[in-house]
């Protein structure tokens, strides 16, 4: 039996290719001679550079730069064959670096990540996949292309603040010291987002009040952000603000795309080209995927629906593991995933489920289990 396994990383617990093998070890336990390849997975977000550099045996490289508050920080992106970056947004400027009364959208700034991306450039990278999830910032992408050369001032000729404050400041847009080099990247942005930048689906009102904005914040900064948008199409007369994915991470999606010439790719599928799933899923008997929670959100981007949709065009039938199960589960089974099996076998807290230990044994024991009724099932 060929069996390929592409598990999403179980955010605290255990990462991707861990959550693989651990899924391999139980079919050995009842298969022991099953052809089992274990793919790394990830959706665009936090865990998509570890995956693809565990999984492609590639490098990282770590630079120094400025966390959402302007702190310095040491940040890590990966470096794949041919030159090609991956470069996750919350590395540098991520809402998890923040303590929850350090989270203020109208001051966190995603200029750390453009810094990243410059180190990248100066590696000669001209390849750059840009993972965008589990930002901190709303200020529509300023920061990160301030880091990357572009001027934005206000009436008196000033460089406007960082962060959504300095948003309404801006009246004119400078390129003139802008990195040469990006006129010869491909950027492709992993991006599951399909928000306008404004309005009230638009990046501060969605996205803001989960970073830190109260409702009247919210407010104050979709106005700021349509003026920004307002000026940029002054500058750029092509630029959409109501393109699907503009709101992405507090309106990256807007800058990287609309000043850098950037793609924004579903994450899942971005991944499985990256590491060639899609292509090993035409031999493969049986499919198997995860994440830590399914639920009604997963059928919105995340890996298990993405990895089980194309396993589906193929005919393959497609097996979830997770953590727990959450409200509106059962549409999974309606995407391509034909069963799912919660791994929890006791009652406990979550910090003991979520240890590496115990994750493991549990996801191991389900699995051996899951395929002790295959084995059964296939000698009646």
Do not use: W
Not at 1 to 11: C, G, R, T, V, Y
Not at 65 to 92: F, H, N
Not at 187 to 199: K, M, T, Y
Request: with cysteine; aromatic share 4%; net charge negative.
């Amino acid at each position: 039996m060929k069996i390929l396994i592409a598990i999403d990383s179980m955010k605290g617990s255990l990462t991707s290719l861990q959550a693989g093998e651990a899924a391999a070890s139980g079919i050995r336990c009842v298969i022991p001679d099953a052809q089992i390849t274990v793919f790394p997975a990830a959706d665009g977000g936090e865990g998509t550079t570890a995956a693809l550099v565990s999984g492609l045996n590639e490098r990282y490289r770590s630079v120094s730069v400025t966390d959402p508050l302007g702190r310095p920080v040491t940040a890590c992106y990966g470096i794949l064959p041919e030159g090609t970056a991956v470069i996750e947004m919350a590395a540098a400027s991520g809402l998890s670096m923040l303590h929850e009364s350090e989270r203020n959208p109208l001051y966190t700034t995603s200029y750390g990540f453009g810094e990243m991306i410059a180190d990248a450039v100066r590696q000669n990278c001209r390849s750059l996949l840009l993972a965008i999830g589990g930002s901190a910032t709303n200020d529509g992408g300023v920061g990160c292309l301030q880091a990357l050369g572009f001027s934005f001032t206000d009436d008196a000729g000033a460089e406007v603040c960082r962060g959504a404050a300095g948003l309404a400041a801006i009246r004119r847009i400078d390129r003139s010291r802008v990195m040469p080099e990006l006129a010869d990247c491909k950027i492709r942005i992993a991006c599951d987002v399909q928000n306008p930048l404004c309005g009230i689906n638009g990046s501060s009102m969605v996205f803001g009040p989960q970073k830190g904005a109260n409702a009247e914040l919210a407010v104050e900064m979709d106005e700021a952000m349509r003026r920004y948008a307002e000026v940029t199409k002054a500058y750029l007369p092509d630029a959409n603000p109501d393109f699907p994915g503009a709101g992405a991470a507090g309106g990256m999606g807007f800058a990287l795309h609309t000043y850098l010439g950037a793609c924004l790719e579903p994450g899942i599928s971005l991944v499985m080209q990256q590491t060639g799933i899609t292509d090993a899923m035409r031999e493969a008997d049986l499919v198997i995927t995860g994440e830590g929670r399914l639920d009604a959100q997963t059928v919105m981007g995340k890996v298990p629906v993405g990895i089980a949709e194309a396993a589906k065009r193929y005919g393959k039938p497609v097996i979830a593991l997770c953590g727990v199960t959450g409200e509106g589960v059962r549409l999974c089974n309606s995407r391509g995933i034909d069963a799912y099996f919660p791994i929890l076998h006791t009652i406990c807290s979550a910090e003991e489920a979520m240890r590496l230990d115990t994750a493991e044994r549990n996801l191991a024991d389900t699995v051996e289990q899951v395929f002790r009724l295959i084995q059964a099932v296939q000698g009646l």
